[in-house]
């Protein structure tokens, strides 16, 4: 296992939507490319699982949720989290 990378006190990991898209989600979709090790992997469906139980829901900062869709039928998709449902 390697060692985290240590950046500089106030840097911020903001990627564009098209690095994120050809840099992390690609090669783990396509090429079965492990998850970065500074992403979090956690299941986001079932009881219990809105979003304010498992971010920081004080947090002003956006984030992103990579899954795979879990299907009801042809045409839709199970997003219930909780007392709620994941917006596509």
């Not at 498992?54 to 900062?61: A, T």
């Amino acid at each position: 296992m390697s060692s985290p990378v240590q950046l500089p006190p106030g840097y911020r990991f903001r990627p564009s939507k098209p690095k994120i898209f050809s840099s992390f989600l690609i090669p783990v979709v396509v090429h079965g490319a492990l998850i970065p090790p500074n992403f979090l992997d956690l299941e986001i469906y079932g009881e219990n699982k809105e979003p304010w139980n498992l971010f920081d829901k004080h947090s002003r900062e956006s984030f992103w949720v990579f899954t795979t869709l879990r299907k009801r039928d042809s045409s839709r998709s199970h997003r219930k989290a909780g007392s709620g449902t994941w917006r596509p």
